[in-house]
């Protein structure tokens, strides 16, 4: 079955370094894909999504290029701020019928 | 004003007690779901619904049961709550426009089943 795997966190940064939040998927087809980004006490919004091969995402400085040869879909982001501090969730959409999440990786950005 | 509400917004019970989670959206979408979130495990889908009429098991769907009253509205219902069930419930909406699925969620009900 479909399956979207994150790296564990927590991921702590000092603010304004590079960051780097893995993603790799498995899937039937050939998906969509999306990061979403949930705030504390929040639900989860919409940071950025690509459709197909090559696509390359992109919201608030953070990128992500969906890649199939290496069936991956990494988050970047050149400077991350204090406020960047969250959870972030890797999905896929083949279509059929919800999205499938990964497990969320906690970003922690210190000043 | 929110384009999707869950009521309550925290909720303590007790093992054995039937309780309904209400979501409501105002995006008129189609189709509606519903996750729990536990810490470490991400998002799991409990029910979906892709119109008025169709109601669809998720992949965590036993103990749990889902009503959809209107277009709008996506109530989800724990016949006898269990312990097990504390946990942090998301309802979401999408449109599937452009042949994409593209989620919207509501603040989430979090859930403590004593």
């Known amino acids: 079955g479909d399956s979207v795997t994150q790296m564990e966190g927590p991921v702590t940064l000092s603010e304004e370094a590079f960051l780097t939040i893995n993603c790799t998927y498995t899937?039937?087809?050939?998906?969509?894909l999306f990061w979403y980004v949930q705030y504390p006490g929040e639900g989860l919004q919409l940071l950025l999504k690509?459709?197909?091969?090559?696509d390359k995402g992109s919201n608030k400085g953070f990128e992500a290029t969906y890649r199939k040869e290496t069936t991956s879909f990494h988050l970047e982001k050149g400077s991350v701020q204090v406020s960047d501090s969250a959870v972030y969730f890797c999905?896929?959409?083949?279509?059929?019928?919800?999205?499938?999440f990964g497990s969320g990786t906690r970003l922690q950005v210190q000043p | 004003d929110a384009d999707v509400t869950q009521t309550p917004r925290n909720r303590i019970t007790k093992t054995g007690k039937r309780i309904m989670l209400e979501c409501s959206q105002t995006?008129?979408?189609?189709?509606m779901y519903w996750y729990r979130q536990d810490p470490g495990l991400g998002l799991r889908l409990i029910y979906y619904?892709?119109?008025?009429?169709?109601?669809n098991k998720g992949e965590i769907s036993d103990g749990y049961s889902v009503s959809r009253q209107a277009q709008a509205k996506f109530s989800l219902s724990l016949e006898s709550a269990i312990p097990n069930q504390t946990a942090l419930y998301f309802c979401?909406?999408?449109?599937?426009?452009?042949?994409?699925?593209?989620?919207?969620f509501g603040p989430g009900t979090r859930l403590l089943v004593l």
């Open positions: 979401a909406t999408s449109d599937f426009s452009d042949n994409q699925e593209t989620q919207y």
């Open positions: 899937a039937t087809g050939y998906p969509s």
């Open positions: 690509a459709t197909k091969a090559d």
């Open positions: 999905a896929s959409d083949t279509g059929r019928r919800a999205l499938t």
């Open positions: 995006k008129g979408h189609d189709r």
């Open positions: 619904s892709f119109d008025v009429k169709d109601i």
